[in-house]
């Protein structure tokens, strides 16, 4: 039972555009969100999070959407760079915060230069 | 580097042999996760640690496998009679209690030949 859904296995987006990475969940429970960014060889670093009572959180390039009605969420990432090629993994906890955190499969971003 | 410390990095064992793998969290952390990961799939969840208590440990933690924090420092992770459906990147991370992100160790790579 996948709870917490990237149907996206990749995506190739060219330097300067924008990037979206779409997730979707299935567990009304969760109220805490997360995108975390894997490079080959190293263990997932935290990007950005969103608590349910917000739709919108931003920090800098990274810009997290949650839509609670539709069960899900996007990561926007603008402008793009070849630095930000990596696997990016949506996750969700029912807790508030980080404790049990349930991971998507992941999308493969490319970014051409 | 204060990160969080996996070792050994690789590991390949025979079928039926049991492994030990060790991780050391971020010094003031309280909470201590372990995860699981095959290829083309995001982290599962196995077990979670605040200090010293074993809090909760998933359905993917057969009888074979028992992980312990015994001074609420590092943790251990033991699997007894490997199989090779063992064979998976196992993940550590460790987080403060009410903060919102996790940081992981780079891994712990089984191979069960």
């Known amino acids: 039972d996948q709870q917490v859904k990237q149907n996206s296995p990749s995506l190739s987006v060219q330097e300067g555009r924008i990037s979206i990475l779409n997730c979707d969940y299935t567990n009304s429970m969760f109220d805490y969100f997360l995108w975390y960014k894997k490079y080959p060889a190293e263990g997932p670093t935290f990007l950005i999070s969103?608590?349910?009572?917000?739709d919108k959180n931003e920090d800098g390039r990274f810009t997290v959407f949650l839509n609670k009605s539709a069960k899900h969420l996007s990561l926007h990432i603008v402008p793009s760079q070849p630095g930000d090629s990596a696997v990016y993994f949506c996750?969700?906890?029912?807790?508030?915060?980080?404790?049990?955190?349930?991971f998507g499969t992941g999308t493969k971003l490319q970014v051409i230069p | 580097d204060t990160g969080v410390s996996q070792n050994p990095r690789h590991k390949i064992t025979k079928r039926g042999q049991n492994v030990t793998f060790r991780c050391d969290p971020i010094?003031?952390?309280?909470?201590l996760y372990w995860y699981r990961q095959t290829l083309g799939q995001g982290p599962e969840f196995l077990t979670y640690f605040q200090n010293e208590a074993q809090l909760e440990k998933s359905r993917l933690l057969s009888d074979r496998f028992s992980a312990e924090r015994p001074k609420g420092s590092f943790s251990t992770l033991e699997i007894q009679r490997t199989e090779q459906g063992d064979s998976a990147m196992y993940l550590c991370a460790s987080s403060l209690v009410g903060t919102g992100e996790a940081f992981f160790g780079q891994g712990t790579r089984l191979t069960v030949v």
């Open positions: 010094s003031e952390h309280n909470r």
């Open positions: 996750a969700a906890s029912r807790s508030g915060g980080y404790q049990k955190v349930t």
């Open positions: 969103i608590s349910s009572i917000k």
